[in-house]
């Protein structure tokens, strides 16, 4: 009942990212988990399966995670922050384009992509709330940033000024997710080609 | 190989569906399985809960079904011949707005959206043949049908005649699959209107 002090403090219920040390712990085992995703993908998603691939107890990783579905998030988010390589964006690049170059990173690791399906799969159902919020933010974040640009595009423009910037902007993050799910199953379907075709449409050219 | 002809025909492999009785059973349990879905989404699918539901034992759904992955494409496949309410298609309908009606239908049944999803998700991952099968071949099917359909559109002058067909379909494919998870997520987010915007876009007004 006295676990070592860095991975479980007496008494606290969620103490996680609460001592310093702990915050490193954190970083320490999601860093890993990050890594086994790269490696495998999402297909043995067992909290108990990532715990031995990591090398860390599955208590400890209850511990800092609580679930799962928390574990995922977490995994999804901090790859995201990881950074890719330069591709430095054109000034008048479109959204289109944007989101080409920002899926151009997610698949050179086939397993981020796999688990953002995965955690979006989640998200739809009613028992995932952390999903569910991870999901409905980043759309809504996503379609803002995206409107925002869109905006500038078409004062420069660089995007029919007869568009709604907010449909423009779902329309985007739609087709740039939707085409990635058929290139992960069948590499024939030109992800690139389709995303530059509506960057074409969406400039009136 | 001995089968009755008409129940098994020459390749099959598995014994399930064989004999008439059999295969009313199984279409009985099927039934049953998709009212179930239609009613609560797949928040809880495991094929233990859905034989409860459905009120047959466990042994029996797996007998007839095999595994989970199978009965829910079973379920999706068979929801999808469905008769849905008479819309019909103008002759002049572009392949987006033909999208557009097709999930509207499934708009009306939830949780067909989330087992589509929950289907797909499974089709990323590395140990569900059956569900990257159905995933991977409803795409290419799709892709046909809509790209030949896209061809004739372009024509008559109804689509864009610069427009490569096939990107084209896996464009409209991808959008309107994208879509309907956003809007799902956030009822905010007006599909038909982002897919009536692809449709203009692809006709070139």
Redesign the interface.
């Known amino acids: 009942m006295t676990g070592s002090p860095e991975d479980a403090p007496e008494g606290e219920v969620r103490p996680k990212g609460r001592y310093p040390k702990g915050v490193a712990r954190r970083q320490e085992i999601l860093d890993k988990a990050i890594e086994v995703f790269a490696r495998r993908?999402?297909?043995?998603t067992s909290l108990r399966a990532i715990a031995q691939e990591v090398g860390v107890t599955h208590a400890a990783l209850t511990h800092y995670f609580g679930s799962l579905e928390e574990l995922l998030v977490e995994v999804y988010r901090e790859s995201q922050h990881k950074p890719g390589p330069e591709r430095p964006l054109p000034p008048d690049a479109s959204p289109a384009m944007a989101m080409s170059i920002s899926a151009e990173a997610n698949r050179e690791i086939p397993g981020l992509?796999?688990l953002y399906?995965?955690l979006?799969?989640m998200?739809?159902?009613?028992?995932h709330p952390i999903a569910?919020s991870f999901?409905?933010e980043r759309?809504?974040r996503l379609?803002d940033d995206i409107a925002e640009q869109v905006e500038q595009l078409q004062a420069s423009g660089h995007v029919r000024a007869d568009?709604?910037p907010v449909?423009?902007a779902?329309?985007v993050?739609?087709?740039?997710?939707?085409?990635q799910?058929?290139w992960?199953?069948?590499d024939g379907?030109?992800h690139e080609?389709?995303l530059e075709?509506?960057d074409r449409?969406?400039r009136g050219i």
């Open positions: 993908g999402s297909q043995k992509v796999q399906s995965t979006v799969a998200a739809l159902e009613d028992n569910h999901a409905t759309f809504a379609r568009l709604d449909l423009v779902a329309l993050i739609a087709a740039s997710d939707g085409l799910i058929q992960l199953l069948d379907v030109n080609a389709a075709m509506l449409l969406l």
